[in-house]
């Protein structure tokens, strides 16, 4: 067995090992110099004709080191990994929580066809701090409050199922221009645009689009007026003045949105789209409405019956957002939602799934389009 003190040399010139007497310390009679220990690593690495090892190499650096440097470094990886794992572990109980409460989506939806109220929790990220909270009114309507204590901003939105598609083929646009009314006053608000400008005054604005088969209002407001805009917002919804001198004011600003989307590219691929369309299905229409395929409005009684056979609680969803806790939110909701009367009609889209929205003879044609 070999003592480690003895390194065997190598002559880079000759590439051979250098011959010496034999050292009675090797039992294998191998011709070796002894070398003592060097005292410093930098001894070991400077002489370039000495084979050094790692090991020792690291032997004399690691006591080199100061031992409470060692510890700083050992206190500082576990100080740095316990966030991770408690983030890690806190993950898994979250899931496993998760998992427990969730309730199936086929559950849910079959709660809310049979008139049921579901106040089950709303699957959330972990890192949300809301809460959320869904329920079903007495009058049919569907409600999601969402309590955010820290808020800056109170909001609501209401979807009613109602849009373009439902459009008497001889009024083209009369959904839109109902979106458009809908802002013009109300039972306890005669003058037009109050609500706008309630609004204004307390940092908020409201907007709403009308697409195929929906129509949506949203308003934001600043958090300590919430419950004033939602009953001033309920009134506009359920008991719209529909004045017909106001309606007809309002044409001039649908007929103001058609010129100007009429230069957009985008709009104009959509018009090519919709002309190729089945004459027979609603898709094929002019859904925006203009000053003349709106002409034929000579009374409100139209735009009423509309908006009272639509524009009913279960044919809405509405969701709420505010710093109130989540009671008080439901509460605020059963109060002002409840202005929105319960009627027996139903969405009408019988029939339209049943029309094809091309034709077989369309399918398939090439037109050619150059973009401006």
């Known amino acids: ?102 309730i199936p989506l086929s559950n849910i939806m079959q709660d809310l066809e049979d008139g049921l109220v579901y106040s089950g929790e709303v699957i959330k990220s972990v890192l949300d701090h809301r809460t959320y909270t869904t329920t079903r009114l007495e009058n049919g309507m569907r409600v999601l409050v969402v309590s955010d204590p820290m808020t800056s901003l109170a909001a609501v939105s209401c979807d009613v199922g109602v849009g373009s598609f439902n459009d008497p083929p001889e009024l083209p646009g009369l959904a839109h221009l109902l979106e458009h009314s809908v802002f013009l006053g109300d039972s306890n608000h005669n003058e037009s645009n109050t609500f706008e400008r309630f609004l204004s005054e307390h940092n908020g604005y409201s907007n709403a689009f009308t697409s195929q088969e929906n129509t949506n209002y949203y308003y934001k407001t600043s958090p300590d007026q919430l419950e004033e805009s939602l009953d001033r917002f309920t009134d506009l919804l359920s008991t719209p003045l529909l004045r017909l001198e106001d309606m007809k004011r309002e044409l001039h600003a649908l007929e103001s949105e058609f010129l100007k989307d009429k230069l957009e590219s985008a709009r104009q691929v959509w018009r090519l789209i919709k002309h190729f369309a089945n004459p027979d299905h609603p898709f094929h229409r002019l859904s925006p409405g203009n000053l003349e395929t709106l002409s034929g409005l000579t009374n409100s009684s139209v735009m009423r019956e509309f908006h ?52 077989h003879y369309v399918l398939g044609v090439v037109v050619p389009y150059k973009e401006r």
């Not at 059963?334 to 202005?339: A, G, I, L, T």
């Open 1 to 102: 067995m070999t003592n480690e003190s003895v390194i065997p040399l190598v002559t880079p010139s000759h590439g051979k090992k250098s011959t010496t007497s034999p050292n009675t310390s090797n039992p294998g009679n191998h011709h070796t110099r002894s070398i003592p220990k060097p005292g410093r690593v930098e001894d070991l690495l400077q002489n370039a004709t000495t084979s050094v090892s790692v090991r020792q190499v690291l032997w004399r650096l690691v006591p080199r080191l100061p031992r409470a440097y060692l510890a700083v470094l050992l206190v500082f990886g576990v100080l740095t990994m316990l966030p991770v794992f408690h983030v890690f572990s806190r993950w898994q109980t979250m899931q496993a929580e998760q998992n427990q409460a969730r």
């Open 308 to 359: 009272s056979h639509f524009y009913t609680p279960e044919n809405m969803q509405c969701v709420m957002y505010g710093r109130e806790d989540p009671q008080d939110l439901l509460d605020m909701s059963r109060r002002y939602f409840s202005k929105i009367k319960k009627t027996l009609a139903q969405k009408q889209h019988s029939g339209i799934s049943a029309i094809p929205v091309y034709t």
